[in-house]
Every structure is written in C-alpha cells, then in structure tokens.
C-alpha cells in the first residue's frame, strides 16, 4: 500500500502553496452556503428531488429548483469521510487518499490519438484504451488510472462499459470511471465484483472510482445524479468535480469562480451522502478561466494554477481528499 507524501501542512520540510487565509476560505464556504440555500441548484431528476426533499431540503417540483439548509450541507461534510483506500487488482498499487496526500494519475477523456506506427491522427479505439492502460500499468510515479482516451468504435451507450473492460484487463492500478448513467454505473461495478470475488469483496476493496461532473452554473443533470446515486448505494469512492469557465459558465472573478465552483461540488457531495451516509466522496476540481478572446479553455494559465490551489484549500477545510485537474 502506499501512502504519498503530504503537501500543504506545516511540516519541517516541502512546498504548499495557500493563496487563501482561512478567513478567505470561510468567506468562500459561507458564500457557497448562501448560493445553495438562497439560489439553489437545478436538479433534473425526480429521484434525486425524492432525495433532497427527503433529506430536508426545500424542493420546488415545478422549477426543479432544490435548495439546501446550510445544516444539510455541513453535515454531509462531516458524513463524508476524510480517509479512504483506492485499491488496485495488485494490493500493492493501493493508494491511500486523505487531505493534503499527494498522487498523480493521468487526465480524461480524449477522443483523438497520434498512431504510433502510421503518424496519423485519428478517433481512439478500444485497443488504444487497452493499450494506454497497460503502459500507465508500468509508470511508477502514476499512482491511479483514469481514462485517457475513449473508445470511439463501440456503441456510444456503452462506451463507459467497453472502457472499463479494457482497463480491468490492462491495469492492475485503481481505475477512474466516468459513466454516464445508472445501467453503465451497474455495469462496471458488477463487472469488478466479478474480478474482486463478489460485491462486499469490493465495497471492502474498490479497485474502481466513479467521476461525474455537474452542470455549470448549479445544475446536476439526470446523468449525473443517477451516478451519483448508484455509486453511493455501493459505496464506491466519487469523484464529484466541477468544471467551471470563468468569464463562461461562471462569474470572470476567480473568487466568485469558486464560489460557484464550490456550490456545485458541495450539491453533489450531499446528494451522495442523503442517498447512502458515509460514502467515500472526492473533492474535485477542473474548473479554469475562459479567454475571453477565443473562447477557449485557458490551460496551464495562471488563473487556472490559483483556483487548483485555492480548490485543493477547500478540499483541506473540508478534510476530504481532492482531484484537481490541469497544469
């Protein structure tokens, strides 16, 4: 098993970098607060309406407009726990993930690959996730295994199946997920029950995690509730990561960024901790700025360095582990 080294913490030695002071993270976590109860999230499917409202949430039917107590929300925090084991089909690939340990894994998902023999520059296959995954297999300093590229010559209503098929056979690292709903999230954790010995073998040892994105600003679309829903009924880890656009799909400051950031994560977070309390959560982020010139994603900018810091802060307050994308 390994356990990484810390990054963050007051410690004889290493490097953090805290571009917030914890007054700063409590003006952003109570902005958040406000957002949720005040604004609310839009919330597509009845069944997580169900939830919400069962939850103690106030749930319009009509607008499908959720808001959520700032009550509800801290206590989901505090359900969620701060320390969790991602496993690999080799224990000695297990990761342990608490705030502030450091790991690497690869980014999804790409749906484009160079050949390697021809040059040519063409959709990804099914081989090519095969492939890709046993070559992280050998990577050392890669400690999990997302989904690089998808494969584009399956059908696309079980592509997340296909993918995880040539993962479990390519990788004995634990693996990123990133189905697109209920059937496909069934789907691949049977398909791991089967690899682990049965489905109390993997609540115990999940060599898989699940990654689902809300919807910028404050929505959760169906897809992503029922994968959030279903992986908390197995109690597999989530990965819950927003992928907010400053100046886009999000305020142009960076702080009102994060607060919007921030709001969508914690609406995902309570969702998976009402359906099933003590779910494995990860805090996560690809949020990014947009330039406002080309209307692109601005990656490796330095807007996008400040919100990983600042996101992987909050992950901290909340002592949950944290994915932050981008460079």
Not at 9 to 26: C, K, Y
Not at 34 to 45: C, P, S
Not at 47 to 64: N, Q, W
Not at 192 to 214: F, K, M, Q, S, T
């Amino acid at each position: 098993m390994k356990r990484n080294l810390f990054a963050g913490r007051p410690r004889s030695g290493g490097l953090s970098l805290n571009v917030f002071t914890e007054s700063e993270l409590s003006d952003i976590h109570l902005a958040s607060l406000e957002v949720l109860e005040r604004t609310g999230v839009f919330v597509e499917a009845d069944e997580a309406l169900d939830i919400f409202a069962d939850g103690g949430c106030d749930v319009d039917r009509e607008s499908h407009i959720v808001c959520l107590p700032p009550h509800v929300v801290e206590d989901a925090l505090r359900s969620a726990p701060s320390k969790f084991v991602l496993c690999g089909r080799d224990p000695k690939n297990d990761i342990v993930l608490e705030p502030g340990r450091v790991a690497f894994t690869n980014f999804s998902e790409g749906i484009r690959v160079v050949d390697p023999y021809t040059g040519e520059l063409r959709d990804s296959t099914k081989a090519d996730v095969a492939d890709i995954a046993r070559l992280n297999d050998y990577l050392s300093d890669i400690d999990t295994h997302e989904i690089a590229v998808g494969a584009r010559d399956v059908p696309p209503e079980t592509c997340a199946v296909h993918n995880a098929e040539a993962q479990y056979l390519n990788t004995t690292k634990p693996i990123g997920i990133g189905p697109l709903s209920r059937i496909e999230t069934r789907a691949i954790f049977r398909m791991a029950a089967e690899i682990v010995g049965g489905e109390d073998e993997l609540r115990r040892r999940p060599i898989v995690y699940n990654g689902v994105c809300p919807v910028s600003p404050l929505k959760l679309p169906h897809e992503a509730t029922e994968v959030i829903i279903e992986t908390a009924r197995w109690r597999i880890p989530n990965n819950i990561l927003s992928m907010a656009m400053a100046g886009g799909s999000s305020p142009v400051t960076l702080a009102g960024t994060l607060v919007t950031h921030n709001a969508e994560v914690l609406s995902g977070i309570t969702l998976a901790q009402l359906t099933e309390r003590g779910t494995p959560c990860i805090y996560g982020s690809s949020t990014t700025a947009m330039d406002l010139k080309l209307a692109a994603a601005c990656v490796g900018s330095p807007e996008l360095a400040m919100i990983s810091a600042a996101v992987a802060q909050m992950a901290r307050r909340y002592l949950l582990p944290s994915f932050v994308a981008g460079l």
